[in-house]
């Protein structure tokens, strides 16, 4: 029942017409009057994050119809780290004025590839392009091609602490050789940048391309590797200090996709087991 509320809610967000803040407004109504007529908490409230999960996505997907007008001059911040391109030269995701924008650096900013997520920068760009439709599914409104790259400002405390211990990472994985210290990367962090064609492709011949990248597993490592020093905690700090936790892994491995699955699963396991429930 709560998974069909979820997804009813879902469809209402993506395609009514209705202004956003009315919408939502009448939906909660609506939970609370089915809560009051009986109907279980937890199906009223699958109900209300439905719509709501589904209109902050539609107006995320609206943003992206209409590009930046160029050129643009100011401060960018990266969202993610630098990735080579094909031919030289740098592309990341930033952030400008409040909207994603994909950035190429040519060849001449070799600067652009010791720089982390959350470092922000100075940039005139002069030619600015539509986002494809692909890049509109990872909210990206457009790509500009930077022309001049100015001073660089560092990143917030949190990301800072994410950044100085993948730096750590590679620190000690020198030693290992240009080709193992990529691997550990990508095993780890889930940072391929560095690994070659070649290599990827070995891996995958031999049926394991999925270890190149972080997944739920190492969600697992973390929490183990954590458990002696949690378990000697009371539940009243053991579980925020476990989500904290949690979100500071998947600010680490940038948000990737199977480690968000598999933190908001580990979050909901160390919730019951803090209310005394199985999961």
């Known amino acids: 029942m709560g998974a069909v509320a979820l997804a009813v809610g879902a469809v209402v967000g993506a395609f009514a017409p209705t202004p956003p803040g009315l919408l939502g407004g009448a939906i909660v109504m609506a939970a609370v009057a089915l809560r009051i007529a009986g109907l279980r908490w937890w199906v ?3 109900l209300v994050v439905g719509v709501l999960t589904s209109m902050t996505a539609d107006a995320a997907w609206r ?3 209409d590009p930046p007008q160029g050129p643009i001059e100011g401060v960018v911040r990266l969202v993610g780290d630098p990735t080579p391109m094909d031919g030289g030269g740098w592309r990341v ?4 004025e409040g909207r994603r924008l994909d950035a190429e650096f040519g060849g001449a900013h ?3 590839g010791d720089l982390l997520a959350g470092t922000t920068i100075q940039v005139t760009a002069g030619s600015v392009r539509p986002a494809r439709r692909w890049q509109r599914f990872r909210h990206v409104a457009g790509t500009i091609e930077v022309d001049h790259l100015g001073a660089t400002g560092p990143a917030g405390r949190i990301y800072r602490a994410a950044n100085g211990l993948r730096r750590l990472l590679w620190k000690g994985s020198a030693p290992l050789g240009e ?13 391929d940048r560095a690994q070659s064609a070649s290599t990827a492709d070995d891996f995958r011949a031999a049926g394991l391309g999925h270890l190149l990248a972080v997944s739920g597993q190492n969600v697992a490592f973390v929490l183990a590797a954590a458990a ?5 905690l009371r539940y009243r700090w053991r579980l925020p200090l476990t989500l904290l936790l949690l979100g500071f892994f998947a600010i680490v491995t940038r948000f990737e996709p199977s480690v968000l699955r598999a933190t908001v699963m580990a979050g909901g396991r160390a919730l019951a087991a803090a209310r005394g429930r199985q999961a």
């Open 44 to 46: 009223s409230a699958a």
């Open 228 to 232: 002696p020093g949690l378990g000697r």
């Open 110 to 112: 070799l600067e652009v």
């Open 93 to 96: 995701e930033v952030r400008h």
């Open 179 to 191: 080709r193992e210290a990529s691997l550990l990367a990508g095993l780890v962090l889930g940072d």
């Open 63 to 65: 943003a992206t119809e």
